[in-house]
C-alpha cells in the first residue's frame, strides 16, 4: 500500500538535520499532496505561543485565509481542544466548519503531541467525497509521531 512505501521517505526527510525544521514540514506536506491523489490540501497548524489559537504552519495546495484560528472553531480548532483525531467525509454536515474552498469535500485532522501536550496538527483536504479510511488515521498518526520528533 502507497502509505508503507511513504513512511521511509516520511523518517528520512524528518531526519534530514541540513533543512531547516519548516522545510522539512514543507517537504512532507509535498510528498503526501503528490503522492495520495485525494490529498488536495496539505498542512500544519501550531499553537500560538500562550494564545488559544492556531497559526498556520507550512502547507501545500490552495492559498488560505486561515491563519490563525481560534480554538473550538471549525475542525482544527475543535481538535485543538479535543485531543482527539476528527474525521468528516462531508464537510457540508459540519455546522463548525471552516470553508476553505468550494471544491472541499471532506477533511481530516489529526494532533501532534509533545510530552503528552496538543502542540499542533496535521490537515489535509480533500475534493473528494469521504475518501478517508481508518488506514489513513493510522499513517497520518505515524507521520506526526515523526513530526513531534523534531519539534
Known amino acids: 500500500m502507497i502509505f508503507e512505501n511513504l513512511k521511509p521517505q516520511i523518517e528520512t526527510i524528518v531526519l534530514n538535520k541540513n533543512k531547516t525544521v519548516d522545510k522539512r514540514l514543507l517537504s512532507i506536506c509535498e510528498l503526501l499532496e503528490a ?6 490540501w496539505v498542512g500544519f497548524y501550531f499553537r ?34 479535543s485531543n482527539e483525531n476528527f474525521v468528516v467525509p462531508d464537510v457540508t ?6 470553508a476553505c474552498s468550494i471544491t472541499v469535500k471532506a477533511e481530516i485532522v489529526i494532533p501532534i503531541f509533545v510530552n503528552g501536550e496538543n502542540i499542533g496538527q ?13 488506514a489513513d488515521e493510522r499513517f497520518l498518526e505515524f507521520v506526526c509521531a515523526q513530526v513531534a520528533m523534531i519539534l
Open 122 to 134: 496535521i490537515d489535509i483536504d480533500s475534493n473528494t467525497p469521504n475518501p478517508f479510511t481508518e
Open 35 to 40: 503522492n495520495i491523489t485525494y490529498y488536495n
Open 48 to 81: 500560538n505561543g500562550n494564545k488559544e489559537e492556531l497559526h498556520l504552519g507550512p502547507y501545500v495546495g490552495e492559498p488560505t485565509d486561515h491563519t490563525i484560528i481560534p480554538f473550538g472553531k471549525g475542525i482544527c480548532g475543535q481538535v485543538a481542544v
Open 93 to 98: 454536515a459540519q455546522d463548525n466548519y471552516i
